[in-house]
């Protein structure tokens, strides 16, 4: 079994930055992917983010150039650096990990742009 657990969620003004993190723990098979997700307020859960256990990333399109997704193995860690928020970045954003195993979530962790 694998735990994640997110934290540095909170609010933030409008134009300023957050940095999720994503500790992993338990049985971790490699290889293996690290995304962020994101559900805004009654909408589905979106990809925001993803990282392969050689460093290849994948952004969604409303996030590139302001989201930065990066990984520390030794660590079992996992980051997204959030720049330049926007009110429509708002959501409980979740840490997910998918290996050949299974795949795992983090109980999620809320950020709230104010404009």
């Known amino acids: 079994q694998v735990q994640l657990v997110e934290s540095g969620g909170g609010l933030v003004q409008a134009g300023g930055s957050l940095r999720l993190s994503c500790a992993a723990s338990g049985s971790i098979f490699s290889p293996n992917t690290m995304g962020w997700y994101r559900q805004p307020p009654g909408k589905q859960r979106e990809l925001v983010a993803s990282?392969?256990?050689?460093?290849?990333?994948n952004y969604a399109a409303s996030v590139k150039g302001r989201f930065t997704i990066s990984r520390d193995n030794a660590k079992n860690t996992g980051y997204l650096q959030m720049n330049s928020l926007k009110p429509e970045d708002t959501a409980v954003y979740y840490c997910n990990l998918r290996s050949w195993r299974g795949v795992y979530w983090g109980q999620g962790t809320q950020v709230t742009v104010s404009s």
């Open positions: 990282i392969d256990s050689g460093g290849n990333t």
